[in-house]
């Protein structure tokens, strides 16, 4: 009987909330109830009540302008190489405006100086999901899969960001140098340290571990090496080609 009255009072409570402040009580009495009966019903309207709480305090904070300020501070550290300090002002301005993608651009590159890949990774594709059509999302992507040795994921990065921005010099610098180190791979110029580093990350990438077991792909690798006639055949599919091309790129198959 004390834990329904304690739910019917939340319940009310619940229905005159205005601000994120008035949840407290209705999460107080919901907490109340449990300890007196765990309910299901209670448990899920205790939920809610947190969500609405946490929704509201996300509007009560929203403000662009203080985020335009915070966006700034963080670019005055970025500028000063004091990182840290300029992830603080920009996860600031995120919070002051979830739906500013520099601010995620901004936090990305930061990240990246501070060799934070994964964390710069997710704010780059967080960033392009907010603008699909802002160039800096892209090459702030590209940028970390290039650090992360990952041409040509950052190859087809750079070229996405060309289809909405084509002339941005960024985006041109970076496919230039993703080709650079791709035609290292073709033409067999990378030194023993960076064959062990490519092919052992390849080995870790899933669709290179696919197309190395899958029947089709073995048989051209073995017609390459002992059946010129059968691999020059292969050669012509484009497919094949492709999936060649990255077993070169990740140092599994090396050209002379």
């Known amino acids: ?23 407290e009580p209705v999460i107080e009495t919901y907490q109340k109830a449990l300890t007196e009966h765990r309910n299901p019903d209670t448990l899920k309207r205790l939920n809610e009540a947190e969500r609405a709480k946490k ?36 996860t600031e301005a995120i919070k002051r405006n979830p739906k500013d993608p520099r601010a995620y651009s901004n936090r990305a590159a930061c990240y990246t100086k501070l060799g934070a890949m ?32 990952e041409y040509d994921n950052a190859m087809e990065t750079y070229q996405e960001g060309l289809k ?14 993703c080709v650079q180190q791709i035609n290292k791979a073709n033409r067999g110029d990378l030194t023993p340290e960076e ?29 390459l090496q002992e059946n010129p006639a059968a691999a020059q055949k292969h050669m012509q599919n484009p497919m094949i080609m492709n999936k060649i091309q990255k077993l070169i790129s990740s140092g599994i198959v090396q050209m002379k």
């Open 164 to 177: 909405h921005d084509p002339n941005n010099q960024e985006l041109l610098d970076g496919v230039r140098r």
């Open 118 to 149: 994964p964390e710069g990774l997710k704010d780059a594709e967080k960033c392009i999901e907010l603008d699909p059509t802002f160039s800096k999302g892209y090459s702030r992507k590209g940028a970390v899969q290039f650090f992360m040795k």
């Open 195 to 223: 064959l062990k580093e490519r092919q052992a990350k390849g080995m870790q990438d899933p669709e290179i571990q696919n197309i190395l077991t899958d029947p089709v792909m073995r048989q051209v690798l073995s017609d």
């Open 55 to 90: 929704e509201l305090e996300q509007q009560e904070y929203f403000d662009p302008a203080i985020g335009d300020e915070e966006r700034e501070k963080g670019n005055q550290f970025f500028k000063e190489q004091k990182y840290p300090d300029a992830v603080r002002h920009y």
């Open 1 to 23: 009987m004390v834990a329904k009255a304690l739910t019917r009072k939340g319940t009310a409570l619940g229905k005159m909330a205005k601000v994120s402040k008035d949840y």
